[in-house]
């Protein structure tokens, strides 16, 4: 199942359930990429500071901060590569993936997000991630996941 032997990409999980975030975690690592947790928006940014993640998996509805401030915040703190933010999240309406987009997040998916997805979403993303990316949001055809 592992994604070898491509360099595994560092993924950052937020999400205040501590079940949901593991298990993601999980399921990631066990594809062969680098994943580290937070269960609040303050945790997340924090942990985005020490090592910029290649791809960050974002709840909106998170404790102190929503999702939506969280990746405001990840994007205005950036001073090179930019993360490819998801959402995954129980906020599924039109307005709240209008909102996402506002908010600099590339792709909006809803819970539970379905495995297979996931995995096949950072494949393809690390097929078009390439070093000199350093600035700006993930291509269009990252929408079509």
Same mark, same amino acid.
């Given at each position: 199942?592992?994604?070898?032997?491509?360099?595994?990409?560092?993924? #950052?999980?937020?999400?205040?359930?501590?079940?949901?975030?593991?298990?993601?975690?999980?399921?990631?690592?066990?594809?062969?990429?680098?994943?580290?947790?937070?269960?609040? %928006?303050?945790?997340?940014?924090?942990?985005?500071? #020490?090592?910029?993640?290649?791809?960050?998996? @974002?709840?909106?509805?998170?404790?102190?901060?929503?999702?939506?401030?969280?990746?405001?915040?990840?994007?205005?703190?950036?001073? %090179?590569?930019?993360?490819?933010?998801?959402?995954?999240? %129980?906020?599924?309406?039109?307005?709240?993936?209008?909102?996402?987009?506002?908010?600099?997040?590339? #792709?909006?998916?809803?819970?539970?997000?379905?495995?297979?997805?996931?995995?096949? @979403?950072?494949?393809?993303?690390? %097929?078009?991630?390439?070093?000199?990316?350093?600035?700006?949001?993930?291509?269009?055809?990252?929408?079509?996941?």
């Amino acid at each position: 199942m592992s994604d070898s032997p491509r360099a595994p990409l560092s993924v #950052l999980v937020v999400d205040d359930l501590p079940d949901v975030a593991e298990s993601v975690a999980d399921l990631l690592t066990v594809c062969g990429h680098k994943v580290r947790t937070a269960s609040c %928006g303050t945790d997340a940014l924090y942990a985005a500071r #020490l090592e910029a993640p290649d791809v960050v998996l @974002l709840d909106i509805g998170l404790p102190g901060m929503s999702g939506w401030d969280v990746a405001r915040r990840l994007r205005a703190q950036s001073t %090179g590569k930019q993360p490819v933010v998801v959402a995954v999240t %129980g906020y599924g309406t039109d307005r709240d993936r209008v909102c996402s987009a506002d908010a600099g997040i590339d #792709l909006h998916l809803t819970k539970p997000a379905d495995p297979a997805q996931l995995t096949a @979403l950072l494949a393809r993303v690390r %097929g078009w991630l390439r070093p000199e990316r350093s600035k700006g949001t993930a291509p269009s055809s990252i929408e079509a996941a």
